[in-house]
Antibody, heavy 118, light 108 residues
Framework: EVQLLESGGGLVQPGGSLRLSCAAS????????MSWVRQAPGKGLEWVSA????????DYVDSVKGRFTISRDNSKDTLYLQMNSLRAEDTAVYYC???????????WGQGTKVTVSS | EIVLTQSPGTLSLSPGERATLSCRAS???????LAWYQQKPGQAPRLLIY???SRAIGIPDRFSGSGSGTDFILTISRLEPEDFAVYYC?????????FGQGTKVEIK
């Protein structure tokens, strides 16, 4: 069974850092692009960042460029999101997501909650 | 940057009725890379449609997608009780891979 399990969320003060992890299982992790998508409380979905299967190509939404870094360890089947200089507006549930061969996101994790507050 | 605008914001319908959801892009979506997702309260989204009109695995045929260029439609032919949810479109042909703001389909 294909599974994505996020961890690392929590409460952090403005300006702080967190690292999210996403453990993948049930598929050949290195063969697929992965994304992080977030959802602020009561709001819609926002794509945050994506990384190619090899990890070479990375992409970000403008609002997180220079603050967030996406990476992956294909030997551990794990995706990461390093989040620095966190702001209140980064408060959201963060979903780890797998892209299918079509390019669309075909598998989602259950999400990890990040709260940025003093 | 492509902006996706979904309409209506809320659709109030009864079970058995037909639902038509719109997704309009600010510029042409490259390669027909347009997907639709369903999200229920407290759950992660689920892929319904990719490549404008291809149903994902396990998605019933009452869900269909159509459109091209900048105008896309998700149709639910006959609403079942489990179809009342929020629906999002997303373009994944260019960066940023934006989502629309969502359409809530609620029970009338």
């Amino acid at each position: 069974e294909v599974q994505l399990l996020e961890s690392g969320g929590g409460l952090v003060q403005p300006g702080g850092s967190l690292r999210l992890s996403c453990a993948a299982s049930g598929f050949t992790f290195s063969s697929y692009a992965m994304s992080w998508v977030r959802q602020a409380p009561g709001k819609g979905l926002e794509w945050v960042s994506a990384v190619s299967g090899s990890g070479v190509k990375r992409d970000y939404v403008d609002s997180v460029k220079g603050r967030f870094t996406i990476s992956r360890d294909n030997s551990k089947d794990t995706l990461y999101l390093q989040m620095n200089s966190l702001r209140a507006e980064d408060t959201a549930v963060y979903y780890c997501a797998k892209h299918g061969s079509s390019g669309a996101i075909d598998i989602w994790g259950q999400g990890t909650k990040v709260t940025v507050s003093s | 940057e492509i902006v996706l605008t979904q309409s209506p914001g809320t659709l109030s319908l009864s079970p058995g009725e037909r639902a038509t959801l719109s997704c309009r892009a600010s510029q042409s979506v490259a390669g027909s890379y347009l997907a639709w997702y369903q999200q229920k309260p407290g759950q992660a989204p689920r892929l319904l449609i990719y490549g404008v009109s291809s149903r994902a695995i396990g998605i019933p045929d009452r869900f269909s997608g159509s459109g091209s260029g900048t105008d896309f439609i998700l149709t639910i032919s006959r609403l079942e009780p489990e179809d009342f949810a929020v629906y999002y479109c997303q373009q994944y042909g260019s960066s940023p891979r934006a989502f629309g703001q969502g359409t809530k389909v609620e029970i009338k």
